[in-house]
Structure formats: structure tokens, C-alpha cells
């Protein structure tokens, strides 16, 4: 099985100045450091207030775009910051791919940082106010927010793949068995507005005692689907059972057969994260084995 994939680009410091210089030159002079790679992009810190996100595969770069068309739209009703685009890069000849410069989020990603459990109606309001239905226009997303037997396939070859590892067979067969439990929900096939990949990386958690949830990054899967998708980030962001009840009551519109789905949906993001960490990622790896923890309390 693959795991984070090959960037077709390399994107370094001098190439994103050269790109700041040619398409916002007011903004060259402030100081550029790189802060992170992930699957999709590469992050450039600017000045104290600004990021510079540029995609790394050609796969990737569909995404930037559907980003700065629709999030803006969305974000000016949500309770809890995200990473807007503040201006958008076009390709040229130094860059073929669009590019995008949004604020800075101070904040640590919440698999470093768990969310006090206090934040459970914060972060359902937060949902509730995203998951409005998403005008026809809006993309759908193969790999988000579609019926769970499409990820079916994905999610089984994951498993066997995980098998390899010890610490997971012990826990497979109560893994297959919440999967299926997820499989055998009624699908829904209502299209509202869903981030897609609400894992804990792309939460922020305040640094301070409050541990407060201070930011939603990475919208780049942003799509019209089942949200179920996105409630299972309460699998992965709250450990205590009660606070993950708590954020369903708050949430208002979660029936037993959405919990269920959005339960199914923990367990993908959990082998996926579990299965490619453990080929070059120790804190993804980290990160998977927290959710299915969690997944089977």
C-alpha cells in the first residue's frame, strides 16, 4: 500500500519568492520560512500573519482552486476561524498550478493538543453552521461524503494490509466488525457542505490552560455530501465517550443511522492514517491508532 505520496514539484523558499516577487510584490519583503509538508501541499510561513500554500502533486491543484471559490462564501457564518484565502497565485511559467495566501492561525494541531472537553458544543455549533445544504454547482468528492461501500474496497485492502502488524490483529476483528456495522446503515444521499478531512491535523487547539478550538485548516476536500463524514471527527478529537455524546445532542440532526455512518467514517480515517504512518509517518501513525482506540471504547 502507498503512503504519502511523491511530490511531482519540488517547492522550496527561493521559488516561492520568486512566485511572491511576480504575482505580490508588496508582500516579497516579508520573511518567508517553510512550517510544513503534508499529502497535498507545502506551507510557507510569511511575515507573522500569513501562509503561503502551494500543492505539491498536479492531483492536488483542483483543490486549491475549489478552495478559494467556495470557502469564502462559507466561512463569514462560521463560529470558529478557517483558513481563508486572503489572495490566490495563478500559474505561470515559474509555477504551472494555482496557489493560494491565507492568514496564520496560531494554534497546535489537536493531535498534539486534545480539546478541552468544554469545546463539545463549540465545535457541534461549528459543524451545524457548515452542514447547510450545498448548491448544485458544488463539487462532489469521489473520496468524501459519498455512500461508505464506494470506500469499501480501500478500507478492507488498508485492514489486510495492517495485518502485518501485530498490535493490529488484535484489534481487526473489532475493527471489521464496526465497519460492517457502518456498511449495513442507510446511506444517505443528501448534499450538504462538508470539509472532508476534519482529522485532527486540521484542527487547532488553543496552546493555553482553555485548550480551545481556534481554527479549521485545509479545506481543500471541501465538498456537497453525507456529512457523516465530518462527525466522525469526534471520534478523533474527544476521547471521553460522554463529550463525543455531548457533541451529538448539540449537534441536533444526527439520527442512529448518521452516528453509525459517521463511526464507519472514523474507522477509514483511522486505518488510512494507521496504515500510511506506519510506512513514513510516526505521528500519523499515532493519530490512527488514537482514533480506532476510540472507535471501539
Known sequence: MPGKPVADLEIDEALVHLLLREQHADLAHLPLAHVDGGWDNELFRLGDELVVRLPRREA?????????????????????PASVPLRAGTPSTLFPWSWTITRWISGTPADLVEPDVDQATSFANFLRALHVPAPAEALSNPLRGVPLHERDERVRARIEHLMRSAAFTRIAPSVRRVWDEALAAPASFERRWLHGDLHPLNVLVSSRSDRRIVGIIDWGDLAGGDVATDLASVWMLFADPATRAHVRGAYGECDDAMWTR??????????VLLDTGLMNSPRHAAVGERILNNVLE
Open 262 to 271: 459517521a463511526k464507519g467514517w472514523a474507522v477509514f480515517f483511522g486505518v
Open 60 to 80: 492536488a491543484a483542483q483543490l486549491i482552486e475549489h478552495e478559494q471559490r467556495w470557502l469564502p462564501q462559507l466561512a463569514a457564518r462560521l463560529p470558529i
